[in-house]
């Protein structure tokens, strides 16, 4: 039996604004426990929550940049449940009237593109953390668990995805997109690693061509892209011999195991949680009207998706427009060169290549290094006009970056220079074929790969500064 | 109209460790006062709006600032167990 | 010489800047007071005597310095245990909170000590403020100045206590469906509940956070908007405080009834009254027609359901509002071999009979499938309440009730079925669940010789009309009474 899969995906985005969601907390992610913590986000008797503006803001700004309906009229509700790290034991967040609702993401998956429709884009509060001590660490077998607040109220999206996923590469693609439109919105750190991103999924099977929903299956604590794509992959696997053997795929919570690359069943709990959702008396509504919801639309850089268009526009092939688009710091430096005047195409081939290694090797950001658009017009101006060869570009981009100066000065401190001064250059080329006469007859007669060895003759005279292309034209003038 | 109130559940959601004889006497307790409240069952409001709130505002918000934060030592010396600068608490029964 | 303990606000007020009163001499007669009426009366939970005498000493050093910080300086006032007071007990009178010292100071103590007020300790109330006589305090009972064997009402009882029997000038309440006027009523002055927003719900421990607001009880109308503008005006620190002017009082204080047009509640002044009090009520309103109002009588049949309404939404908002007491971060906690176990025995040990009562109430109007009927109805029955009101004041300025259906009650009289404790509120209730402001004031006593409270209700914002009746009142009934136990020579 074929299966298709059916997958959504939660994604909770921590915004990284100054303080936290409803107080004046810090929001900073290094700091000693219980520290960052207030009445309000400890929830000491008589506290109370005012939300933060920004965080309303980036939030719409993020519906926006999904294509969402934004609700001109939004609250925030309590959801109700008891757990230790919880200081309220409700969660402020929104329920039937949240900020966004009804957009939608284009992926592209081989090559083809995939619209992921989104549900809804809403904003609640975290939780604080908690560590449970024990051999393993995890909740099973812990003697005690102890708790920080710190996180405990920072700003949370949560973005819920249409079940328009199909499988586990998708899903992937999903989550790269949704990231890094994240990432250019500035709203957030989007790091997997620290938690500042987080997915969860649902995942179901159903025969291929049917369009009855299976039973579905929520799939956490995926905490890298690798690992979202893995254990989808193993879910649907796993779901689909559970139906093969004609049994039913139980609805349960199952989590990522990194260590054995398998998901297990959750802690069943007792029963379905009931949250008893009810508008939130302490806060008032939310009213975007068209005033700020534009002012918000005007506020949204360049996309990742028209990034991306734009760059192919200017030359660039759909993967070189990509890892530029998603590096940070090399759209902005390409848009320079080309208002310098230089060439897109070959500027991005150096950022992505030369310039990338050169930085993993070093360590540092691009905003790190004095590398301008300027000295990339200028860098293929000179390629251009035959002053450097392609290796010696590549030379003198290290220099560049190691902060010798600018392209010219770079490429005549470390002696780069081609020779391109024609005359100069006929005068070797005829040298060499002076040189060597025997082997100038043969190249006559037809030895066509002779015209390396006078471009070498010529390139060895010259302390490899000639431009051998123009030699080999040389050459094969004098030739015939 | 529900007169029979699953009290044992409710005490649950509410987190609250009630014996037999407590769930029974709050049960019957509850289901008296509700039939009292329950009066307002029978009047025809579909065409009423619920109002949530006595005051008609909108966005009240506090800018991106940080602010004042509590002395750990203050805000500690209150928990009823803690180890270093955390709180403790009996081991978690089940996940989130 | 009138005992200071017997003094206005305005009173004292007036002997500090003459200089024939010290705070430190007030704060030691009030002291003195308390000492004779405590034993019978427990008022209070908490008696802050080293920081009554800081704050009575700074209060005399300002005085020498020529510094003026308004009529509260040096006054002391008394508040209800549900405002956190940094450094000092706060249990809202529940065995679940107690020894918590919170840390930090609710907005209102806040204003009180930038004012240069003298705060003598918490008073006691019912616990988590849900109830109508004080009984349900998890400390013990606080009794009525007027006959110790009766309730003083709930849940500021012992702020109402307190004020009548001079054991403070002044106190601060809070008032959810008539906290602070039902006692005020009951004991004999003057308590106010400001329009939904004015004041500052920081710091005061939620019971229903759309109901709740904090206000003052004091023995005159005078004293009562000292109070009221000492407290009322925007806080950041509150979502729902109202962000516009607070009204202006004083201009129109003394102005009188004349051309007013005085609503009577016909739902509400007749079954269910205790017919003395009705009688009580009736007089103060041809006062109030002698005086030159308009007498206007008016119903609004959505007072019959808003009793009903009430105890859906309060307990609905109580039962999350009082989900953060777990044993986790502070307060007592009762062990168990897992958090939920520990969360599940704390709260059923910390939490009395009524509270836990209300909790379950509410749990269940909001649970899966019963929303829409009970939460959500409750809701609709809210607006009908409130567009009610908006009617009748289109056709009075402002309208008029008994304050409680009974004058005090007897202690353990009602304790045995909720549903008639929970009547005693039917005249104060359909206020809070509208926003508006009201005011009690004592207008006489009942063969008994237990105070008749009568209820000045105006709009939203309206506490000018409001306060400007009140005195009217006042003035016209001419109320001297005081209790017997009011006294620093000797109690019954």
């Known amino acids: 039996m074929t299966y298709e899969a059916v997958i959504g995906i939660e994604t909770h985005v921590e915004l990284a604004t100054a303080s936290k969601m409803f107080c004046g907390c810090p929001v900073d992610f290094g700091a000693e426990p219980n520290t960052n913590v207030c009445p309000t986000c400890l929830g000491l008797p008589g506290a109370l929550p005012v939300p933060n503006e920004r965080a309303v803001a980036w939030t719409v700004m993020l519906g926006l940049a999904l294509d969402c309906e934004i609700a001109a009229r939004s609250l925030f509700h309590r959801k109700n449940y008891f757990y230790a790290d919880l200081p309220k034991n409700y969660q402020i967040s929104q329920y039937d009237l949240p900020l966004c609702t009804g957009g939608h993401l284009d992926v592209e998956v081989g090559g083809e593109t995939h619209r992921v429709g989104i549900t809804r884009v809403h904003l609640e509060e975290d939780t604080g953390k908690s560590t449970h001590l024990g051999d393993t660490g995890r909740i099973h077998a812990a003697e005690a668990a102890l708790l920080d607040f710190n996180r405990s109220g920072i700003p949370l999206m949560e973005v819920v995805s249409e079940p328009d996923i199909t499988g586990p590469e998708a899903a992937r693609a999903y989550a790269e997109e949704l990231r890094s439109i994240v990432l250019a919105l500035g709203v957030s750190d989007a790091k997997l690693e620290e938690g500042s991103l987080r997915f969860d999924a649902n995942v179901s099977l159903r025969p291929a061509g049917s369009d009855v929903l299976g039973v579905k299956v929520e799939v956490k604590n995926m905490n890298s892209l690798r690992s979202l794509q893995r254990a989808l992959a193993f879910e649907i696997e796993r779901q689909a011999e559970v139906l093969d053997s004609g049994e039913p795929v139980a609805q349960e919570t199952r989590h990522w195991d990194e260590e054995r690359q398998v998901t297990e069943p959750g802690r069943s709990k007792e029963e379905s949680s009931d949250y008893r959702y009810f508008p939130e008396p302490d806060l008032v509504p939310i009213e975007v009207d068209e005033a700020w919801r534009e002012r918000l639309r005007a506020g949204i850089p360049e996309l990742p998706a028209a990034l991306r268009a734009r760059l192919q526009g200017l030359g660039l092939d759909a993967d070189t427009a990509r890892v530029v688009a998603a590096a940070e710091g090399l759209a902005g430096l390409l848009d320079d060169t080309v208002a310098a005047g230089g060439d897109a195409r070959v500027a991005a081939n150096w950022l992505t290549g030369e310039v990338t290694a050169l930085l993993r090797r070093s360590g540092a950001g691009i905003a790190d290094t004095p590398l301008t658009g300027a000295h990339l017009a200028e860098l293929h101006a000179m390629v251009a006009g035959r002053e450097l060869s392609a290796t010696a570009a590549k030379e003198v981009l290290a220099g560049v970056l190691a902060g010798e100066g600018g392209v010219r000065r770079v490429a005549e401190a470390r002696d780069l220079l081609q020779i391109s001064d024609e005359d100069a250059l006929v005068a070797a080329v005829d040298a060499a074929i002076a040189g060597h006469p025997d082997e100038f007859t043969r190249l006559r007669e037809g030895e066509q790969r002779l015209t390396g060895f006078f471009v070498g003759r010529v390139m060895q005279a010259t302390g490899g500064k000639a431009d051998p292309r123009r030699v080999a034209e040389l050459v094969r003038e004098r030739a015939g | 109209m529900p007169v029979d109130i699953d009290i044992a559940k409710v005490a649950r959601l509410a987190r609250i460790g009630l014996d037999d004889d407590e769930l029974a006497r709050y049960g019957s307790q509850l289901e008296v006062i509700l039939e009292h409240a329950a009066r307002i069952q029978a009047l025809d409001l579909d065409a009423v709006r619920p109002t949530a709130h006595p005051l008609p505002m909108v966005n009240a918000f506090r800018e991106d600032e940080p602010g004042t934060t509590l002395d750990r030592d203050e805000v500690l010396a209150q928990a009823p167990d803690r180890e270093g600068p955390f709180f403790r608490v009996p081991p978690f029964l089940e996940e989130a | ?492």
């Open chain 3, 1 to 492: 010489m009138t005992d200071p303990a017997d003094l206005t606000i305005a009173g004292a007020a007036a002997a500090l800047r003459a200089g024939s009163l010290t705070a430190a001499g007030l704060l030691e007669a009030v002291r003195r007071r308390a000492a004779m009426t405590e034993a019978h009366l427990h008022a209070y939970l908490t008696l802050d005597a080293a920081g009554a005498e800081r704050a009575a000493a700074a209060a005399d050093d300002a005085f020498r310095r020529g510094e003026d910080l308004g009529p509260l300086q040096g006054i002391p006032i008394a508040l209800k245990d549900n405002m956190v007071t940094r450094g000092v007990e706060t249990t809202a009178a529940s065995r679940i909170l107690a020894g918590y010292l919170p840390p930090y100071d609710a907005t209102v103590v806040a204003r009180l000590r930038a004012a240069g007020a003298v705060i003598t300790g918490k008073t006691n109330l019912d616990e988590f403020a849900m109830g109508s006589s004080t009984e349900n305090s998890a400390y013990g009972p606080t009794r009525n100045p007027w006959d110790p064997e009766r309730v003083p009402g709930g849940s500021s009882g012992g702020a109402a206590a307190a004020v009548a029997a001079g054991s403070a000038l002044g106190a601060l309440g809070s008032d959810t469906g008539g906290s602070i006027r039902q006692p005020a009523s009951l004991c004999g002055v003057v308590g106010m509940k400001p329009t939904y927003g004015l004041v500052s719900r920081f710091g005061l421990i939620a019971f229903a956070s759309s109901l709740d607001q904090i206000g003052p009880l004091a023995r005159t109308v005078d004293d009562a908007v000292v109070l009221f503008e000492a407290i009322a005006g925007h806080d950041p620190r509150d979502a729902t405080s109202y962000r516009g002017a607070v009204p202006d009082v004083r201009p129109s204080l003394d102005d009188g009834v004349d051309g007013l047009r005085v609503g009577v509640i016909r739902e509400l002044s007749g079954d269910g009254i205790d017919p003395e009090v009705l009688a009580g009520f009736r007089a103060a309103v041809e006062r109030l027609a002698g005086a030159g109002a308009e007498v206007v009588d008016l119903s609004l049949p959505s007072m019959d359901h808003a009793l009903s309404a009430y105890y859906l939404i309060a307990p609905a908002e109580c039962s999350a509002n009082l989900a953060r007491f777990d044993g986790v971060r502070y307060g007592p906690r009762l062990e168990g071999d897992t958090v939920e176990r520990m969360m599940a025995a704390t709260r059923r040990d910390g939490f009395g009979p009524e509270v836990a009562r209300r909790i379950l109430l509410g749990t269940y109007a909001l649970s899966a499938g019963y929303y829409d009927a009970f939460y959500g109805q409750a809701q609709k029955v809210r607006t009908l309440v409130i567009e009610d009101f908006r009617r009748a004041y289109e056709q009075a300025d402002v309208l008029v009730t008994p304050t409680s259906p009974t004058t005090a009650f007897h202690l353990g009289e009602r304790t045995g079925d909720p549903l008639t404790m929970y009547l005693s509120d039917i005249c104060t209730i359909p206020t809070n669940l509208a926003g508006d402001p009201g005011i009690s004031l004592p207008i006489g006593l009942d063969g008994g010789g237990l105070p008749i409270g009568l209820q000045v209700l105006a709009p939203a914002l309206g506490e000018a009309v409001m306060f400007r009746v009140a005195r009217a009142v006042e003035a016209l009934g001419g109320f001297e009474a005081r209790p017997a136990l009011a006294t620093s020579e000797g109690a019954a």
